[in-house]
């Protein structure tokens, strides 16, 4: 029987087919940017505006409510979400607080320049100086999921701008340090940020994909999953720029290490929420948050997951106001 031997150059062109192949599938599941002017069309709305700030960011923010009310609320989104995903509890505050919401790089609607690196630090600077443009000597600040790291960070710098910190399902709990997830369970998007291969290819994929499943498993509900959801995610992820944020591992990178005594020092009145269902960041970690901080109160809601204000908005936003009015110097 001939036995037919394969020489360098049948393998090398077995190679090369094999490269084509692979080559041609990540075609396939690439997508270009969408122009940032076609996306401010799409979801920006006439509550939106833009701030240029140092660092040669353009922010996309929102102040809405009352301007003239006693407290003002100021509002940070997750991990590839957005402003928009306080809504809910806009509408059904805006008749009694001032509600500033805003988009950090590499989200929503807000420019980055070329090669910009983000950081807990360079958010909480962020956050900073758009409130110092406002004008806002204090305020109460809320932060979900990575906004939630963001909010307690922000509280540790500046605890004379803080009138109280709301952690809505918060990151950043020691035991979270490799990732916002802790377990197969959590959402694809997650563990492929936690190796080089993974963020190589989510610099270019089309995030559509990735985006119906996590938003499931971040929403808990089918029912809020819309296709205009979907859609808007995609995207705001596609906005110039973006992806490459995200995937730098350095983005989550803090200057300090974090422990559970870190939170010891946080000295502002402190609401933390928690939805027990969250498949993103495991519910224990929001009661380490309440346990650590003095005096924080903790509501856990049964049948929440990753993002109650959504979910949730009625309840959420009633007892958001009641930790509200009860700060020292609200009107009872």
Known sequence: MAVELKGPSAMFRSLRLLAIVVAAACLSACAGDIPYADLEARHGGEASQYMDLPGDLRVHYRDQGDPDAEITLVMVHGFAASLHAWEPWVERLEGDYRLVSLDLPGHGLTRAPAGYQSSPEGQVAVVDALASRLGLPSFVLAGNSMGGGVAWRYALAHPQKVRGLVLVNAAGWPEAAEGEGGDDSRPL????????????????????????????????????????????????????????????????????????????????????????????????????FAQAIPGARLITYADGGHVPMEQLPDRTAQDLRVFLEALPGSPN
Do not use: C
């Open 189 to 288: 998007v997650f563990k492929l940020l936690e190796n080089p291969v993974g963020r190589s290819v989510l610099r270019n994929l089309d995030p559509r994909p990735l985006a119906g499943r996590g938003l499931r498993q971040a929403y808990g509900d089918e029912a809020l999953v819309t296709p205009e959801l979907v859609d808007r995610y995609v995207e705001l992820a596609r906005a110039p720029g973006h992806r490459a944020i995200l995937a730098d591992p350095r983005r989550r990178s803090g200057a300090d290490p974090v422990t559970a005594e870190t939170f010891a020092a946080i000295s502002v009145p402190t609401l933390v929420m928690v939805g027990a269902l969250d498949q993103v960041i495991p519910s224990e970690r929001g009661a380490g």
